[in-house]
Structures are given as structure tokens and as C-alpha cells.
């Protein structure tokens, strides 16, 4: 795969806490993306980036922020995390615009207590 | 907004048996991809279909491009313990918006 890592790979947290999940590429993609994966709903597009400090919503953005400092980095922030928000998160790459290819991470398992 | 329906969501088959997983979409496609995720695992990209009434073949692995482009397939042959896990399709539209996923389907093989 794209050199893709994510971190943590496990989280347990309040309710109520924030949480940053950071995805970090060696291959250089100007493509970024976060997507939640749930039983029942496959993968859900939180928000994109197509280059640095350019981001853009998807489907189930609402609780969630994102920041791209870096070509290499994209953030994923909850600002106040709440049980909804459990799930399996997967950070993607692309090299071409949105509709192209895209190389996943391993994931973050996040809990919300 | 744009729906991509998968079916079935589930499939068992034994071992040696074929297997078709189906994609349809509410709105014509500019292309259509297919992903894998092994259990535990991440999706991982097999392949891209542009074209109307696209075939494209990877080893016991066939995928079709609807003519309308607006549905596909995927169908294995024989199908072997490493073909376990959920695969995915994801159509793009062609505008802004990124991929819309299928909720995937999960194949089972009984040895």
C-alpha cells in the first residue's frame, strides 16, 4: 500500500473529550480523506483534503474538523467526542482528484465510553 | 445525492464454488472501482472501470461495466479460502463529490 500509517490504532474515550486521529503518507498524494466505517453502512466519507490547508466536507462531517498543515499529514478531530461516534476510521490517499483510486490506512478503532 | 445498492450482502459458498456480488447506482457513473477488505483488514483497490459495457479480468476474478454504466459485477471462479472477505464497489459520479461506497458484501467459505 501508499505508505500509509494511522495513529493511535486503538483509543478508548469519554464522552464529552476531544480526540485527534492523525494519518501520515510517505507517497506524497495531494489527496486526503477520512471515512468512518460502521456495521450496516460501509464507508462513510467524513471530510477530503486536495492539498494543503484545502479541505472540504463529505457525507457525515457533522462533530468532526480536519486540518492539513502538511502534504504528508491530515488530522481528524472530535471536538467533543460522543457515543455516535464509535467506530472503525480509515484514512485514505490519492493521487489523482477525487473520483480516482484511493489507498487506505490500517485504521483506528475508537471507542466512546 | 447519489445511492450505490450492493447485493447480496452476505454469501456463503464452499469452496470451488462461483461467486457474483452486484452494484447498481441511481445515477449513471463516470467510473466504477472495486475494492477488497480481508477481515481485520483495510479496503484495499483491485480495479477501475471506465468505459460502457467495460469487462476486465484479473486471474479467477471478472468485472463487468453495465452498458447504461449505471450498474456492475464482480464474479469468481472456483473460488479458493483466500477469496474470504467484503468487497466493495465504489461508483464516482463524475462532479465533486468523491466515491459513494456500497455497503459491500461479505463472502463466506465453507471448506
Redesign the interface.
Known sequence: ?AGITQSPRHKVTETGTPVTLRCHQTENHRYM?WYRQDP??????IH?SYGVKDT?K??VSDGYSVSRSKTEDFLLTLESATSSQTSVY?C?TGLSG??????????TRLTVT | GQQVMQIPQYQHVQEGEDFTTYCNSSTTLSNIQWYKQRPGGHPVFLIQLVKSGEVKKQKRLTFQFGEAKKNSSLHITATQTTDVGTYFCAGWGGGADGLTFGKGTHLIIQP
Do not use: K
Not at chain 1, 40 to 45: K, V, Y
Open positions: 500500500d480523506y450496516g453502512h460501509g464507508l462513510r466519507l477530503y472540504d463529505g457525507e480509515f485514505a477525487t473520483g480516482y483510486e484511493q489507498y487506505f490506512g490500517p485504521g
